[in-house]
């Protein structure tokens, strides 16, 4: 069963347009945020420094289809599900749904990255985050 994480969240005055309507790259932002809460919830940071190793996952492909709009004050839903745990790859898929509706799909490729003076090499995915991802919880 692929790992899934979910929360719920209210529609901010600041992230929508002048007709109350969340403005479309702000479903990019909320999906960051699941994201970084998911990383949490495994006891993980999607930018890991430590003596050791210096890891980030940058994305490296994004998309969003859009359904139906979400107004401000509206809860929404959000469901990260990791679709894919490749050999330096991750997937996931973030739906929004109010009130139980599907109101837009996100897709998101992160690569696990080494980071060093600002650049991207990447890299295997550590086995003991590989388990944590696959599994959903500490290994």
Same mark, same amino acid.
């Given at each position: 069963?692929?790992?899934?994480?979910?929360?719920?969240?209210?529609? =901010?005055?600041?992230?929508?347009?002048?007709?109350?309507?969340?403005?479309?790259?702000?479903?990019?932002?909320?999906?960051?945020?699941?994201?970084?809460?998911?990383?949490?919830?495994?006891?993980?940071?999607?930018?890991?420094?430590?003596?050791?190793?210096?890891?980030?996952?940058?994305?490296?492909?994004?998309?969003?289809?859009?359904?139906?709009?979400?107004?401000?004050?509206?809860?929404?839903?959000?469901?990260?599900?990791?679709?894919?745990?490749?050999?330096?790859?991750?997937?996931?898929?973030?739906?929004?749904?109010?009130?139980?509706?599907?109101?837009?799909?996100?897709?998101?490729?992160?690569?696990?990255?080494?980071?060093?003076?600002?650049?991207?090499?990447?890299?295997?995915?550590? =086995?003991?985050?590989?388990?944590?991802?696959?599994?959903?919880?500490?290994?």
């Amino acid at each position: 069963m692929p790992t899934e994480f979910t929360m719920r969240r209210r529609v =901010q005055f600041a992230e929508t347009d002048m007709a109350g309507v969340l403005h479309f790259a702000n479903y990019f932002r909320l999906m960051e945020e699941l994201e970084h809460a998911f990383w949490r919830s495994l006891g993980l940071t999607v930018y890991l420094r430590d003596r050791r190793l210096h890891l980030s996952w940058p994305r490296v492909a994004t998309n969003c289809e859009y359904y139906s709009p979400l107004r401000f004050e509206e809860e929404v839903d959000l469901k990260l599900t990791v679709t894919k745990v490749g050999k330096t790859s991750l997937n996931y898929e973030v739906e929004f749904r109010r009130d139980g509706e599907r109101c837009a799909l996100g897709r998101l490729t992160a690569v696990c990255c080494e980071t060093n003076d600002g650049a991207f090499f990447p890299t295997a995915i550590p =086995q003991d985050i590989r388990v944590r991802l696959e599994k959903g919880g500490e290994p």
